[in-house]
């Protein structure tokens, strides 16, 4: 059967189809993502949570049980690292000033840790009379189950529950998962930032922006989350999508991170006192030149050593699993975004570079969104297996970084 072909395709020599107009639909289409609809199921969340709950009990006990047996207590093995940091603003506030080494580097300090955790761990401390570091423990229990029904959710709206209830076992199981046990600030920033992320793709913006500035008072990793809410927001405006409210999102999201940066450097006494005392700890945006120097350096060490095959692990498995969240039409394209800025964030900054798998841990949950239905299919003996071997992989792997490695994971 002959085609037509409409008269204006004759005159102008362009081919069916190849009008300005259809080449924007067609990319239109191509990046188009399925609806997503959020819905909070109390039961179906509940019984997230005891799974959060349950892992973390296990890998917690062979935690301890490790590191008794290694001759450490359990204060000191809760008060290492960043939780000594975080107990020690708990404790005594933040420091008025800064000391300097002779190559005018600030020595280690406290005012790089944001303050809602200290925050939150005097508060229970005072209200239940715990030690500080058990308060911290409680802050990081309690915030774990938050962040385990707020992932639950998210992946819910995008993956269904079956899947979804994967996303928070593989997450509570993960290698870096020890940190939600103990009082570092991942557990929190994991509750606000999924939270945060429930209330975008549902378009409640004004609780997005709020959110947003909370997790700005807790890591200065919210600043990919700052962004992409932004972002979202203004983008939303501009297909005139809700009226003005996605405005709300965007003016409120940078707030807490200023603030934080504001409220810190006013303990010295300076504007800009956070960015000089986060010096100390190497801490600066060099567009991956640091990280390439470590890989080079991994690249040529002889003695095997497992942080450095985890590091390399986060950087590769990151970069691909962004790639698959991409071409995911179920996943929404600020998910994406996120996933993606934070893994320029972790590549392009130097520093601590063994912690760059913790770093990604409260992102985790939205990496696992496309491999999470296969699991899911699995018999429930399997998936339970994979999540028992791997709460305990996670405490026997978090007993050796915090008892045994230098530097800090």
Not at 15 to 22: L, R, V
Not at 62 to 90: E, I, K, M, P, Q
Not at 103 to 131: C, E, K, R
Not at 214 to 241: E, H
Request: proline share 7%.
């Amino acid at each position: 059967m002959a085609q037509l072909v409409p008269p204006s395709a004759v005159t102008s020599g362009r081919p069916p189809g190849g009008t300005p107009d259809n080449l924007r639909a067609r990319l239109r289409e191509a990046v188009r993502r399925q609806p997503v609809h959020v819905t909070f199921v109390p039961r179906e969340t509940y019984r997230a949570v005891a799974v959060q709950l349950t892992l973390s009990l296990l890998g917690y006990t062979v935690l301890l049980l490790l590191n008794r047996h290694l001759g450490h207590g359990v204060t000191s093995v809760l008060g290492r690292w960043d939780a000594a940091n975080y107990l020690s603003v708990a404790a005594h506030g933040y420091p008025g000033r800064l000391t300097f080494r002779p190559d005018g580097v600030p020595d280690y300090n406290t005012l790089a840790f944001f303050p809602l955790v200290p925050g939150l761990i005097l508060a229970v401390h005072a209200a239940t009379g715990l030690t500080l570091a058990h308060a911290g423990v409680l802050v990081s229990w309690v915030a774990g189950a938050v962040a385990a029904s707020g992932v639950h959710t998210l992946a819910r709206a995008v993956v269904g529950h079956r899947a979804a209830l994967v996303c928070v076992g593989l997450w509570a199981c993960s290698p870096y998962a020890f940190v939600l046990w103990i009082p570092y600030s991942e557990a929190v920033f994991t509750a606000v930032l999924m939270w945060a992320l429930v209330a975008l793709v549902a378009r409640r913006w004004v609780t997005a922006g709020l959110l947003c500035t909370l997790a700005g008072t807790v890591r200065p990793t919210a600043s990919v989350l700052v962004a992409v809410t932004a972002l979202t927001g203004l983008v939303a405006v501009a297909g005139r999508r809700d009226g003005l409210r996605p405005l709300a999102a965007t003016v409120l999201a940078p707030l807490g991170l200023v603030g934080s940066w504001l409220y810190l450097g006013s303990r010295i006494g300076s504007v800009t006192g956070w960015f000089v005392a986060q010096r100390a700890w190497g801490q600066s945006f060099d567009l991956g030149r640091g990280t390439l120097q470590f890989l080079r350096h991994a690249a040529g060490e002889h003695s095997p050593d497992m942080r450095y095959v985890a590091v390399l692990t986060a950087i590769a498995a990151v970069a691909v699993g962004t790639v698959a969240l991409a071409v995911d039409r179920r996943v929404p394209w600020p998910l994406v975004l996120l996933v993606a800025g934070a893994w320029l964030l972790m590549v392009g900054v130097s520093g601590a570079p063994f912690s760059k798998p913790r770093f990604m841990l409260p992102f985790l949950p939205v990496l696992l969104l496309p491999p999470a239905p296969a699991l899911a299919r699995a018999r429930r003996e399997v998936r339970w297996m994979v999540y028992g071997s791997g709460a305990v992989f996670a405490g026997w792997y978090g007993a050796g970084l915090l008892a045994l490695f230098r530097p800090a994971p």
